[in-house]
């Protein structure tokens, strides 16, 4: 049904791309592919596709990070034509199609994603190096199994699962937010219009007034908000709650997400217990977390930074966000925070700085030689910073950051959005760059970018043999990128989060058209809106009120 009301054919069991016209004398067919299956609208065909035996096998992506997360390929550069004349969604009546709403897809419901197997036939697959068409993607027990050309596993899997076609939708990598906190939720508001330095004025009252419940709950709806804008991954960077961090892990678990939980440790305590207390669980991954340099010793930060790379976890540590925290480091240390760590012996891949506003070249170049990686977190630098991260110098470096919100707005596209857009503001007007990245970089620092940061590279962040089936689904059929003419640029700037249909972690739907499938979300909200404000009164929190 969905087929015919987009004005194409019904397509036959095995043959993902429709009837194959013929080739013209010259080699080229009408639709304007090459033999070698490259369109002028730059999406490839599965012949075109190199790494589709790799992708099937589990063997890593050309232009793998060896520490398991991506390298910089422009993955998503020359998408063009998606839905234009000619192009995947182009063609008589599809501009009927554009303009349906979202049940010009009736066919397509949440039990399609139940039980332990599902065959998914999109139109557009993101790969790693670049989106494709005519592929299809198996998950089995919450992986991706296989991932190639549609025709192969069709004929493949014709025993079962029987094939789920989605057409008019893009199958996409979950974003990753690399630096959240999941216990400030009930304050946000509260640090609208404040000065940049407000974690003593806002943030640790705040925490400070938290319960196990309320602890719970603030990240329950944290995780929920994530959700529902597309975050398959959360890193929270530690709380300063007088709770277990095991209440903030039960509602991240409750909720769906995958999430790195952070464990402040600035004493010197605690940390091969944390560690230990949630290694090999599937959802929630450990970390260790310092707020800031300053809060603890020399000493204490080593030890742990070298626990973290024994570990296989990440040390979460702010670091270069604010001008007062830099001068308070200059003060005592005699060294600007990043180099401090670098001058300590802390800054490796296991090192994740958040922030890492305001660096001078030679803390720029540590990072990259050390292969330490920062969080970018652009929505923060404009609600509370002085200043904006320089990404796009950080990838010139080779310097590994993923994108975080640091608790401003659970929105993927939004923050892509910002990313590019602060970039460009901030750096790009400057020096007569138009492009700053353009969408792909951003795309790419959103999701495995985030994941290698989080050292989770491994696990999540790509669509590929043996990563945790951790996407989104997305409808292309909209207004918003109709006509199309490059994928990656048009979903950093004009797609939204009404367009994703389902969030899928670890293989189970989490979201299903904005909302849970499978718990009361509205509860949650209503018993949040109760308790937010009697924490916030609790928390006497300082606001400076402009005049």
Same mark, same amino acid.
């Given at each position: 049904?969905?087929?015919?009301?987009?004005?194409?054919?019904?397509?036959?069991?095995?043959?993902? #791309?429709?009837? /194959? +016209?013929? *080739? !013209? &004398? %010259? =080699?080229? @067919?009408?639709? #304007?592919?090459? /033999? +070698?299956? *490259? !369109? &002028? %609208? =730059?999406? @490839?065909?599965?012949?075109?596709?190199?790494?589709?035996?790799?992708?099937?096998?589990?063997?890593?992506?050309?232009?793998?990070?060896?520490?398991?997360?991506?390298?910089?390929?422009?993955?998503?550069?020359?998408?063009?034509?998606?839905?234009?004349?000619?192009?995947?969604?182009?063609?008589?009546?599809?501009?009927?199609?554009?303009?349906?709403?979202?049940?010009?897809?009736?066919?397509?419901?949440?039990?399609?994603?139940?039980?332990?197997?599902?065959?998914?036939?999109?139109?557009?697959?993101?790969?790693?190096?670049?989106?494709?068409?005519?592929?299809?993607?198996?998950?089995?027990?919450?992986?991706?199994?296989?991932?190639?050309?549609?025709?192969?596993?069709?004929?493949?899997?014709?025993?079962?699962?029987?094939?789920?076609?989605?057409?008019?939708?893009?199958?996409?990598?979950?974003?990753?937010?690399?630096?959240?906190?999941?216990?400030?939720?009930?304050?946000?508001?509260?640090?609208?219009?404040?000065?940049?330095?407000?974690?003593?004025?806002?943030?640790?009252?705040?925490?400070?007034?938290?319960?196990?419940?309320?602890?719970?709950?603030?990240?329950?709806?944290?995780?929920?908000?994530?959700?529902?804008?597309?975050?398959?991954?959360?890193?929270?960077?530690?709380?300063?709650?007088?709770?277990?961090?095991?209440?903030?892990?039960?509602?991240?678990?409750?909720?769906?997400?995958?999430?790195?939980?952070?464990?402040?440790?600035?004493?010197?305590?605690?940390?091969?217990?944390?560690?230990?207390?949630?290694?090999?669980?599937?959802?929630?991954?450990?970390?260790?977390?310092?707020?800031?340099?300053?809060?603890?010793?020399?000493?204490?930060?080593?030890?742990?930074?070298?626990?973290?790379?024994?570990?296989?976890?990440?040390?979460?540590?702010?670091?270069?966000?604010?001008?007062?925290?830099?001068?308070?480091?200059?003060?005592?240390?005699?060294?600007?925070?990043?180099?401090?760590?670098?001058?300590?012996?802390?800054?490796?891949?296991?090192?994740?700085?958040?922030?890492?506003?305001?660096?001078?070249?030679?803390?720029?170049?540590?990072?990259?030689?050390?292969?330490?990686?920062?969080?970018?977190?652009?929505?923060?630098?404009?609600?509370?910073?002085?200043?904006?991260?320089?990404?796009?110098?950080?990838?010139?470096?080779?310097?590994?950051?993923?994108?975080?919100?640091?608790?401003?707005?659970?929105?993927?596209?939004?923050?892509?959005?910002?990313?590019?857009?602060?970039?460009?503001?901030?750096?790009?007007?400057?020096?007569?760059?138009?492009?700053?990245?353009?969408?792909?970089?951003?795309?790419?620092?959103?999701?495995?970018?985030?994941?290698?940061?989080?050292?989770?590279?491994?696990?999540?962040?790509?669509?590929?043999?043996?990563?945790?089936?951790?996407?989104?689904?997305?409808?292309?059929?909209?207004?918003?990128?109709?006509?199309?003419?490059?994928?990656?640029?048009?979903?950093?700037?004009?797609?939204?989060?009404?367009?994703?249909?389902?969030?899928?972690?670890?293989?189970?739907?989490?979201?299903?058209?904005?909302?849970?499938?499978?718990?009361?979300?509205?509860?949650?909200?209503?018993?949040?809106?109760?308790?937010?404000?009697?924490?916030?009164?609790?928390?006497?929190?300082?606001?400076?009120?402009?005049?």
């Amino acid at each position: 049904m969905a087929n015919e009301q987009r004005g194409r054919e019904p397509q036959e069991a095995g043959a993902p #791309g429709g009837c /194959p +016209d013929a *080739e !013209r &004398p %010259d =080699g080229e @067919r009408p639709d #304007g592919e090459r /033999p +070698d299956g *490259e !369109r &002028p %609208d =730059g999406i @490839r065909s599965a012949a075109a596709h190199d790494g589709a035996s790799d992708a099937a096998s589990g063997a890593a992506p050309e232009g793998a990070d060896p520490r398991g997360g991506l390298g910089r390929r422009g993955f998503l550069a020359g998408v063009a034509g998606l839905t234009g004349a000619g192009g995947l969604l182009g063609g008589p009546g599809a501009g009927t199609a554009s303009a349906q709403p979202r049940d010009a897809h009736p066919a397509l419901r949440p039990d399609h994603f139940a039980g332990p197997r599902q065959l998914l036939v999109p139109d557009v697959v993101l790969l790693p190096d670049g989106p494709v068409r005519d592929h299809a993607v198996l998950v089995e027990h919450g992986t991706f199994r296989e991932v190639g050309p549609a025709a192969r596993l069709l004929a493949a899997h014709r025993a079962g699962p029987a094939p789920i076609r989605l057409p008019g939708h893009l199958l996409m990598p979950g974003f990753v937010d690399a630096h959240h906190h999941l216990t400030q939720g009930f304050g946000k508001a509260q640090s609208f219009g404040q000065p940049s330095e407000i974690f003593k004025t806002v943030w640790e009252p705040l925490e400070h007034a938290l319960d196990e419940e309320s602890a719970y709950l603030s990240a329950k709806l944290a995780a929920l908000e994530a959700l529902r804008g597309g975050f398959t991954t959360v890193a929270d960077a530690g709380t300063r709650a007088p709770v277990d961090v095991a209440a903030i892990a039960q509602g991240t678990e409750e909720a769906g997400i995958r999430c790195v939980l952070g464990k402040i440790v600035s004493a010197g305590t605690g940390g091969p217990a944390h560690l230990a207390r949630w290694h090999g669980h599937p959802l929630v991954h450990p970390s260790l977390a310092i707020a800031v340099p300053e809060d603890a010793t020399g000493p204490v930060i080593k030890r742990t930074a070298d626990l973290c790379a024994e570990a296989g976890a990440v040390l979460q540590i702010h670091v270069n966000e604010h001008l007062a925290s830099v001068e308070r480091s200059l003060k005592s240390v005699g060294r600007r925070p990043v180099d401090y760590l670098h001058h300590l012996g802390a800054l490796g891949p296991h090192t994740l700085g958040a922030h890492a506003t305001l660096l001078t070249p030679t803390e720029m170049r540590q990072l990259a030689d050390t292969g330490a990686a920062i969080s970018y977190n652009p929505v923060a630098s404009a609600w509370k910073g002085n200043a904006v991260a320089h990404a796009t110098m950080l990838a010139a470096l080779g310097v590994r950051f993923g994108t975080g919100t640091d608790g401003t707005r659970g929105d993927g596209f939004r923050l892509v959005d910002a990313a590019e857009t602060a970039q460009r503001l901030a750096y790009g007007l400057a020096s007569g760059d138009s492009v700053c990245g353009a969408g792909h970089l951003w795309l790419e620092h959103a999701t495995a970018g985030g994941a290698d940061a989080l050292g989770l590279g491994r696990v999540t962040g790509r669509i590929a043999a043996g990563q945790a089936a951790d996407y989104l689904l997305v409808d292309l059929a909209v207004p918003e990128l109709t006509p199309s003419y490059d994928l990656g640029w048009e979903l950093v700037r004009l797609a939204g989060r009404d367009q994703i249909r389902a969030v899928v972690v670890g293989g189970r739907l989490r979201i299903w058209e904005g909302w849970p499938p499978d718990w009361d979300a509205r509860a949650l909200i209503a018993r949040a809106a109760t308790v937010g404000p009697e924490v916030v009164a609790r928390a006497k929190i300082q606001r400076v009120e402009p005049r």
